[in-house]
Every structure is written in C-alpha cells, then in structure tokens.
C-alpha cells in the first residue's frame, strides 16, 4: 500500500503539450494519471503558447500554467509587446515563470536576451514563485544574473553546464530539473551523482528528450527518469519519489 501511494507523488516540473506533436492529449493525460502524475507544469514559449497553456490547465486539472517566453520568441517582440505580455502573466496567476533564460547556441543578440531575462526574473521575484530557466551555451551568465538578482526560487532546465557551476548553483540552493533522456545521457548521470537528492526535481520537455530515442516523449516517462535517480543514487524507487515530490512541494506549495 505505501507504494502505491509513494508512486502516485510524480511530477513533470517542465513539458510542452501545447506543440503539435500532442493530438491525443486526452489519451496523454490518462496516460500520466496512470503512472503515478500528480502534476504536469506545461511551460509556454510565446504568446500563443502561453494562451494554449492556459487552456489545458482549465480543461486538464492535473495540468498546471507556467508562462513566459522562450529567448527567441522574444526577440520577435518589442518592448511594448513584451512588457504587454507581462501584464497578461501577472493577471494569469502562473504556478511558475518558464521557459525562460538564455540561448547562445542557436539564438543571437545576447544582449536583448539578457534584457528580457532579466525582466522575467523580476516578475518570478515579484510574483515569488520559481523561475524555470533556460540557458543553453550560456550557463554562467545565466547563473551570474540569477545570483546578481539574488533569486531564490529557481529551476535550471536541462542543464549543460560545468560541474563546477552545478556545485555554485547547488549552493545557491536553487534546483535542477533532469529530463527522461537521462536513460542515456551521461552529463544528466554526472549531475545526479554531484547534486545532492533534495535539490533534483523531474521534467519530460515533451515531446523532446524522451527515454528512447527518435520517439514523441510524454509525461508519463518521468517514471523513466526516478528509475535511473533511485539507480545512481543507491536507493530504493519509493524514495526517490518521495524525496522529489518533497522538494517540489518546498517550492511550489
């Protein structure tokens, strides 16, 4: 019995069911409820986006809202547009700000990405809910705005960056989310192995980054993600769940 209801506290910090990928939500959800979900956080990228979030979260209760907008999307907007949308996130109540932060892989103009940002992280702080933050091939400057913010509540997205940053942002107190892809990808086994359990939450980023390569992920596949956790870190499933349901409860209530 206490099994079942250890594995019925997973949580998916992190997805996109909003992208057309997901013409079966119904069937996804079910899905998820099965394999033990207690919360999906569906993470907008644009304006569009953070609308259709908002739809699911009405029509899915186990769907939660988080709005903001990817770094490329808001390059495509100007200050008004920007802080317009802003306006709408306060009025929305999201659980969290997300998928926000900085690209310097694919993404140019670094600068305005900083601005954006750095709007967004003002927002998280005014708000006081987590900020869930991108920050591919630019880690450090990532991190370096946070702690310059000093910014409590926040969650690294799949993240890429040096071990030596991992232990500052494990400092900071702050948490990283670790994708279902962690079944094969190593610097997701390197991170579980130096971060201490009580700062691990789980994300799918479905449709992308799944257990198994080449096919569509979904949410249900966080129980993927706890196998490997439980693995590396030595203890049993049901702890694992346990320890990481805790420590999203800490930051989202």
């Known amino acids: 019995m206490l099994f079942y209801v250890l594995v019925k506290m997973l949580v998916d910090v992190h997805c996109h069911l909003?992208?057309?990928?997901?013409?079966?939500?119904?069937?996804?959800?079910?899905?998820?409820?099965?394999?033990?979900?207690?919360?999906?956080?569906n993470n907008g990228i644009?304006?569009?986006?953070?609308?259709?979030?908002?739809?699911?979260?009405?029509?899915y209760p186990l769907v939660k809202p988080v709005l903001g907008l990817y770094p490329d999307e808001a390059l495509k907007m100007n200050d008004r547009q920007i802080n317009a949308e802003i306006e709408f996130i306060k009025k929305s109540k999201p659980v969290a700000i997300g998928e926000v932060g900085l690209d310097g892989m694919r993404v140019p103009n670094m600068i305005r990405q900083k601005e954006v940002f750095q709007k967004f992280i003002e927002l998280a702080k005014e708000l006081d809910i987590p900020i869930i933050v991108h920050s591919r091939q630019a880690e450090e400057t990532a991190v370096e705005m946070l702690e310059k913010a000093k910014a409590k509540k926040v969650i690294m997205h799949c993240f890429n960056g040096s071990l030596k940053l991992v232990k500052r942002i494990e400092k900071n107190g702050w948490h990283f989310s670790i994708p279902a892809n962690i079944v094969y990808a190593n610097q997701f086994k390197e991170l579980v192995k130096t971060v201490s359990s009580n700062y691990l939450l789980t994300e799918t980023d479905s449709p992308f980054l799944g257990p198994e390569k080449g096919k569509r992920n979904e949410p249900m596949n966080v129980?993927?993600?706890?196998?490997?956790?439980?693995?590396?870190?030595?203890?049993e499933v049901e702890e694992a769940t346990k320890i990481i349901f805790m420590n999203y409860k800490r930051l989202f209530g």
């Open 46 to 59: 644009s304006k569009k986006s953070n609308r259709k979030t908002l739809e699911l979260a009405e029509k």
């Open 223 to 235: 129980k993927e993600t706890i196998k490997v956790i439980a693995e590396i870190k030595q203890i």
């Open 18 to 41: 909003d992208f057309d990928q997901f013409n079966d939500l119904d069937e996804v959800i079910e899905r998820a409820k099965e394999a033990g979900l207690k919360a999906i956080l």
